[in-house]
């Protein structure tokens, strides 16, 4: 009997015993549970929360359209720095996610695909065909005396080494008489030793050229005025001009319009000594091509029309919804003899003084008069007043002239008003490119009369056997030198009036 029990009780302690194991089996696998709960639930939370930060991060359209409201394009900022409340390592980590979100991998110091505005370095674009341009945000030094603009950059921004440009501050970077400017972007020793600023300045400044191929009004406005307004005119006034090659006779002439877009002193660049501050700086003009504005490419959509309404607005031109002064003067006359069924339409006949111009002047003016219009003959001067000649031109019907320069007077037109382009031998396609589509581009009316080869020159000159005389087209092909010397240079033109009078009906 004792022997059963002593075996009896052997057998319950062991089923004690292993009860007791699956219980503490139990607990471990609960608390190994729990703990596992606890991990996953906290490193979700943390990525809920990461993912968070991100979306906070990106501007809603709202913010972007009013960011773009507050600072005028083509101002740009720097991304704002997300670091600065990060003190541990998972929040160093994060850093590094929501950098590489925003195109910023690296070593913080290569920022060329940030989306939330441009980098903090000066960006040189080199890539268009026709201009070079340069934009510097934060800390920009302007010197003068050598031609160059630094940029200073934050501390956390310096790289080993320092980056250099040198562009042609104009629109037409081709041109190999424009000098050049230096932009440079300091490395961290050279930023040390950077010139100390003379004067600080809150407002941005650009860096342009006035030389070139200026003197000719088609290239003031094709090559300087355009792309000064393409480039600054969305900063409202507030910006500087520090200018290049600064020339007194084109500041004189085209004051109204550079008050007009800079309310500050202009500055000549070149005798500048100090070292001028700025938060924001542009080296060059950008350009969409040859008198013209690409609305695609231009801030707020700019168009040519726009452009002609900006210049009939600044020289205070009426209001086209206005009449013409003179015709209005007439009208309340009524003593004068002159009634609204008699006012003739008015034409400003542009007389050229050089090439291309009308050898019979006196005949073609007794034409026009006879049928039926009043006659303006002008000579547009270098340094003529624009104020009283934008007048003039705005109280006018009709332009009529030979393709030149001098129609880019057309800019003081009224909406409907017309272009009469005399378009010399072989030179069709050049009075299109030129004039004629920039003008239907402005809401005004283009005419052309291409003369025959018996209406210029060139066929006194050289006789019908000449190759600028039986085909242009040829001589086109065989270089653009050629072309303008007989085409543009040595041509005038002898209007046949009795073949031009039915084009004159046409614009009655």
């Known amino acids: 009997m004792a022997g059963d029990w002593s075996s009896s009780s052997s057998t319950a302690a062991k089923g004690v015993a292993r009860r007791l194991a699956r219980h503490h089996q139990a607990v471990l696998g609960f608390l190994l549970g729990f703990f596992v709960s606890v991990v996953l639930y906290t490193t979700v ?16 359209p709202g ?24 003190n541990d390592a998972g929040g160093k980590l994060d850093e590094v996610l929501i950098r ?21 370095k000066p960006i040189c674009d080199l890539s268009d065909p026709r201009y070079a341009i340069c934009e510097i945000s934060g800390d920009a030094r302007a010197i003068g005396a050598n031609s160059t603009v630094y940029h200073v950059p934050p501390a956390d921004e310096h790289g080993p080494d320092g980056l250099e440009w040198a562009i042609r501050d104009q629109s037409r970077k081709d041109l190999g008489y424009i000098d050049k400017v230096n932009v440079k972007t300091l490395s961290a020793a050279q930023s040390r030793v950077a010139p100390e600023c003379t004067s600080r300045h809150a407002v941005p400044a650009i860096v342009f050229a006035m030389n070139g191929l200026t003197s000719n009004p088609w ?52 005798k500048d000594t100090g070292v001028r501050c700025y938060p924001h700086i542009v080296v060059g003009l950008r350009s969409h091509g040859d008198l013209s ?11 040519m029309l726009d452009f002609r309404m900006y210049i009939r607005d600044v020289f205070s031109l009426p209001p086209e919804d206005q009449g013409i002064p003179y015709k209005e003067a007439n009208k309340k006359n009524k003593n004068g003899g002159t009634s609204m069924e008699e006012q003739k339409p008015r034409l400003m006949l542009i007389n050229r003084a050089g090439i291309r111009k009308f050898v019979n002047l006196p005949e073609i003016s007794a034409a026009v008069q006879a049928a039926g219009f009043e006659v303006l003959i002008m000579e547009p001067l270098r340094d003529m007043r624009l104020e009283e000649f934008s007048r003039q031109v705005d109280s006018c019907d ?26 010399p031998w072989g030179l069709e396609r050049e009075a299109m490119s030129y004039f004629g589509v920039h003008a239907k581009d402005m809401m005004l009316q283009d005419i052309e009369y291409s003369i025959t080869v018996e209406e210029s020159t060139l066929y006194e ?15 086109r092909k065989q270089g653009w030198q050629l072309l303008r010397k007989y085409l543009w240079d040595e041509q005038d033109i002898r209007l046949n009036v009795t073949r031009f009078t039915p084009t004159l009906h046409q614009l009655l």
């Open 293 to 303: 504005i690409d609305p695609a490419r231009a801030p707020h959509n700019y168009t």
């Open 219 to 270: 290239h003031d406005f094709s090559d300087v005025l355009i792309p000064l307004f393409i480039t600054t005119r969305a900063y409202d006034g507030e910006i500087q001009f520090l200018v290049t090659d600064l020339r007194p006779w084109f500041v004189d002439k085209y004051r109204l319009i550079l008050t007009n877009l800079s309310r500050y002193d202009i500055v000549d660049f070149n």
């Open 100 to 120: 590489q979100e925003l195109g910023q991998e690296g070593d913080g110091n290569n920022r060329s695909n940030v989306k939330h505005g441009a980098p903090r």
């Open 398 to 423: 009709v332009l009529m002239g030979a393709h030149g320069a001098a129609l880019t007077s057309f800019f003081f037109l009224r909406t409907n008003a017309v272009m009469l382009q005399v378009v």
């Open 461 to 475: 000159k050289y006789g019908k056997d000449h190759l600028a005389v039986r085909d242009p087209e040829a001589l």
């Open 45 to 60: 939370s943390g990525l809920l929360r990461f993912t968070n930060t991100l979306v906070i991060l990106q501007p809603t």
């Open 63 to 86: 913010e972007r359209t009013e960011q773009s409201a507050r600072t005028a394009p083509p101002l740009v900022f720097s991304t704002p720095n997300h670091s600065t409340e990060v």
